[in-house]
């Protein structure tokens, strides 16, 4: 009976330790049901965190929302849309959670004429996108194939 109570307290305590985060577990990579303010963009140099930025963006109305369900009807893929202040853009995205590539496609946006930068930098960095990284409560879309460029964002709660 002895050895029936150690063999039983033994499989109890290895069966929770699957029930605990693994410690060199990814952070969160969904990016279905959030928002985003782009905050900055520029080329990326090395590490993850070492990168040049455009910083003067942080205060523009640069959002993209990525969304549950498809704009268009695509399988097997979710919608985006988004604003640059002075035109609003929907599309179409595929992810893959476990390395990280995102692709964006069918992409549609209205035509006001913009004498921005930033708004070009938004779409063809959506538009050209090849991979992201989401720590918390920021995201990156790094874009082209090399990814040398990326868009930064900060996460932005939806008002209710």
Request: glycine content about 10%; aromatic content about 10%.
């Amino acid at each position: 009976m002895k050895h029936f109570t150690l063999l039983l307290a033994a499989s109890l305590v290895f069966s929770a330790c699957d029930l605990l985060p693994d410690p060199g577990s990814t952070p969160d990579q969904t990016l279905e049901d959030t928002r985003w303010n782009l905050t900055a963009y520029g080329e990326r140099n090395g590490t993850l965190g070492d990168v040049d930025v455009n910083p003067d963006v942080g205060d523009g109305p640069y959002t993209v929302r990525f969304l549950q369900e498809g704009n268009f009807s695509v399988e097997d893929s979710s919608g985006l849309d988004g604003d640059t202040g002075c035109n609003s853009f929907n599309a179409n995205y595929q992810v893959d959670e476990e390395t990280n590539e995102l692709s964006v496609f069918n992409f549609a946006t209205t035509l006001v004429s913009c004498d921005n930068e930033e708004e070009g930098v938004l779409t063809g960095g959506l538009l050209g996108a090849a991979s992201y990284r989401r720590d918390g409560q920021s995201l990156r879309i790094f874009y082209p194939e090399d990814e040398s460029r990326v868009l930064v964002f900060s996460r932005r709660e939806e008002a209710e």
